[in-house]
Structures are given as C-alpha cells and as structure tokens.
T-cell receptor, first 112, second 114 residues
Framework: AQSVTQPDIHITVSEGASLELRCNYS??????LFWYVQSPGQGLQLLLK??????LVQGIKGFEAEFKRSQSSFNLRKPSVHWSDAAEYFC??????????FGTGTRLQVFP | GAVVSQHPSRVICKSGTSVKIECRSLDFQATTMFWYRQFPKQSLMLMATSNEGSKATYEQGVEKDKFLINHASLTLSTLTVTSAHPEDSSFYIC??????????FGPGTRLTVT
C-alpha cells in the first residue's frame, strides 16, 4: 500500500541551528512529493514540491528538500532555523491520478 | 496566492444535532474540493472528494449518511455532520486545487460534540 512515513514525531532545535526533517515514501513509482507547514489557526501552506528533474528543490522561507530515489526519501532542510519556524510539518505524496497521502507530521519546537 | 476559507473556525454542538461547515475558494473556482479529518497529533485523512454538480466520492470507511457533502457552486462546498456524537469531535480541513492543481488548504474547523 502507498504510504508516507515521518519517523520523527517531535524535534527541538535551537534558533540558528540547522534542521533536517525526514520523510520516506512507499510507492510503486516515484510519486509527486510535497512538504507543507501547519501553524495554529492557519491552513497548511506549501513549502515546496518535487515532480521531476533536479533532485534538490528550493522552497519558500529558506527551506529546501532533496529527493533521493535510492532511499525513497524526501528530507526537508533549513540551514538556520528561526523561532517563527516552530510549527507542524507534513510530508505528502501522490501519484499522478491519485489522492494526497500525508505523513503523520513532525512538530518542530525552536528554543531561543 | 489563492485563498480557501472555512466557516466556522470553531463549533460546539450537542450530541444528536447536526452541524454544517463551509469551505470557500475566495479568488478562484474549484470544481473539486477535498475534505480531510485530522485527529490530535495525527495526520490528515482524506474523507471525501466534493465534486461540483455531482455526488461526492467518499473514502473507504467514511459514512456518507453521516458526513453529507454538497458542492453547491464552483466556490463553495459544505460538509454537514449529521446526528453528531462525541467521537465525531475532530479538526476538519478542506482544500481546493487551482487551475495548476496546486492544493490550497483552509484553516480548519474545530468541532467539539458534547
């Protein structure tokens, strides 16, 4: 069955530190891949997406993600975290004609 | 970017009553909208796909008679939770794709059934 896994439920980092959020997918073929951020009171916001091509994808708010086919991974990274990055992050995937499947999310906490 | 709104943002209702949640695409038209349910500390689970002018498509395990979906226009879809029970308490989120098929999500509706 198709699935998206985010192994880390909760991550805490200090402001200014680097960040990597992990995401693995299980699909028959490479799906479209997405990272969303959810802040309280706001809808999910798309950070970046991967359809094909360059495996390093740049997104908004200084985030990037790298697609690694050999590892079935699409990890999200940011070189220097800001306090405003504290939120819930969801990795999601879908095949061309199918629905979005979300991972369970990673809650990011940022300490000053 | 495109905006999707939901109303109300929070609702408390008594067990046995029905509650309607609205999802609107504010600056674009959407022939399809999606309804998700999110449990605390869990992921979003797709409940149904709302189709303008036709019946909604429900995911396996979702009671179509309990969760009534009406896609009244190209900018409005409604989810009605009928005969609500405490186990229906949850966070309901809608989304709508724009012409490029990028999904835009509403801010969600917190339903509490007492």
């Amino acid at each position: 069955a198709q699935s998206v896994t985010q192994p880390d439920i909760h991550i805490t980092v200090s402001e200014g530190a680097s960040l990597e959020l992990r995401c693995n997918y299980s699909y028959g073929a490479t799906p479209y891949l997405f990272w969303y951020v959810q802040s309280p009171g706001q809808g999910l916001q798309l950070l970046l997406k991967y359809f094909s091509g360059d495996t390093l994808v740049q997104g908004i708010k200084g985030f990037e993600a790298e697609f690694k086919r050999s590892q079935s991974s699409f990890n999200l990274r940011k070189p220097s975290v800001h306090w405003s990055d504290a939120a819930e992050y969801f990795c999601a995937a879908r095949s061309f004609t199918d629905k979005l499947i979300f991972g369970t999310g990673t809650r990011l906490q940022v300490f000053p | 970017g495109a905006v999707v709104s939901q109303h109300p943002s929070r609702v408390i209702c008594k067990s046995g009553t029905s509650v309607k949640i609205e999802c609107r695409s504010l600056d674009f038209q959407a022939t399809t909208m999606f309804w998700y349910r999110q449990f605390p500390k869990q992921s979003l689970m797709l409940m149904a796909t709302s189709n303008e002018g036709s019946k909604a498509t429900y995911e396996q395990g979702v009671e179509k008679d309990k969760f009534l979906i009406n896609h009244a226009s190209l900018t409005l879809s409604t989810l009605t939770v009928t005969s609500a029970h405490p186990e229906d308490s949850s966070f309901y989120i809608c989304s709508a794709p724009d012409i490029t098929e990028e999904q835009y999500f509403g801010p969600g509706t917190r339903l509490t059934v007492t």
